[in-house]
C-alpha cells in the first residue's frame, strides 16, 4: 500500500453527496500518489457507517479547503 506524497486538499463546496465527497477526494488521493490499495481503504472506512463518520474519515485523508 502506497500511501500519498502528501495531504490532498478538496474544495468545501461539495457538502451534501456523499458519493460526490468519496469521488472527489479519492481523486485527490491519486494525484497525490496514494496507490488504489490506499484509496480503497479510505473508500471502504468512509463508507463503513454513517454520513458523520464518511465526512470524519475524510478529514482524516483530505484537508478540507
Known amino acids: ?3 500519498p506524497d502528501y495531504k490532498p486538499t ?3 463546496d461539495i457538502n451534501g453527496n456523499a ?3 468519496i469521488g472527489v477526494a ?3 488521493l491519486r494525484k497525490a500518489g496514494a496507490d488504489e490499495e490506499y484509496i480503497k481503504k479510505y ?3 468512509a463508507t463503513s457507517h454513517d ?3 464518511l ?3 475524510t478529514f482524516d485523508y483530505v484537508e478540507i479547503e
Do not use: P, R
Request: charge should be negative; glycine fraction near 0%; hydrophobic fraction near 45%.
Open 1 to 3: 500500500m502506497i500511501e
Open 10 to 12: 478538496i474544495d468545501a
Open 19 to 21: 458519493f460526490l465527497i
Open 26 to 28: 479519492s481523486k485527490a
Open 43 to 45: 473508500q471502504e472506512e
Open 51 to 53: 454520513y458523520d463518520h
Open 55 to 57: 465526512l470524519q474519515t
